[in-house]
């Protein structure tokens, strides 16, 4: 049994992006054009540019059309992106993947109650309020990553910092430093899943089209929870990296 024909056409068109017939910026023929070129419903052709939007192949343009796009995936390498020594001299942990591709398209900061989850790492009463830190990610026009950080109101009483739309640089780990409570363990735990209806509206995802959410939590060295972070990220944009010692050692809960 052959490749489903919405397979083939998208192979077709990536064909003729990577022999430069298109080159970033193109606008492709309609899905109707494409339908009557390959002999096909129009709903076949949505699926097979359903497919190359996933890939960040192609992208739509509201009441313009699709455009060919050329787009790198970032290559999220961990541990080294939350090393103490980036931020502490002052740079973005973003930065550390992407060159300044990435950048922060709005911050929304304020108080509001911590649910189970949240309360029980951050060892506060359930329903108890947290400065909360919003933020979506971009590259170039693109949403690729949302984050919203948590943190105990009375860390924000002592680094008032961190409920600024800019902290400053190396960000809030960076004045959690110098107030005395910088992180010294992170923990992160992922999981691959479909996408919520706000994940597909915040990042205008193509349909199918999973996401990777992290949730972070940082650590002060006598075990605190000064955050956690909970980050939802567009897995057609992102490569994620890990680099393990042979030791076996793990830092305890």
């Known amino acids: 049994m052959g490749e489903p024909a919405y397979r083939n056409i998208a192979s077709a068109i990536r ?13 492709l023929p309609t899905v109707r054009e494409l339908a009557q070129r390959f002999g096909v419903p129009t709903g076949t052709v949505s699926k097979a540019v359903d497919i190359l939007r996933a890939d960040g192949v192609v992208v739509a343009k509201h009441g313009r059309g699709l455009y060919v796009r050329t787009f790198s995936r970032v290559l999220r390498s961990s541990p080294d992106r939350l090393s103490r020594s980036w931020w ?46 919003a933020r979506r990610f971009a590259i170039e026009d693109r949403i690729v990553q949302t984050s919203t950080s948590y943190i105990p109101l009375d860390v924000v009483a002592a680094v008032p910092a961190v409920a ?53 939590y940082a650590y002060t060295g006598d075990r605190r929870c000064v955050e956690v972070n909970e980050m939802v990220l567009d897995s057609s944009a992102y490569t994620l990296e890990y680099f393990f010692t042979a030791a076996g050692d793990r830092p305890s809960r």
């Open 88 to 133: 502490t001299d002052g740079k973005a942990i973003q930065d550390h993947d992407t060159n300044g591709r990435l950048r922060s398209v709005d911050v929304v900061v304020r108080e509001a109650p911590a649910s189970g989850d949240i309360a029980e790492a951050l060892n506060v009463p359930p329903g108890a309020a947290v400065l909360t830190r």
């Open 15 to 27: 064909a003729d992006i990577e022999a430069r017939r298109l080159v970033e910026g193109d606008r």
């Open 164 to 216: 600024y739309t800019n902290p400053g640089p190396g960000g809030m780990y960076a004045r959690m430093a110098e107030a005395g409570l910088a992180p010294e363990t992170f923990r992160e735990t992922l999981v691959c899943r479909m996408p919520s209806a706000a994940d597909t509206q915040t990042m205008n995802l193509p349909q199918g089209t999973p996401v990777v959410a992290i949730t972070r």
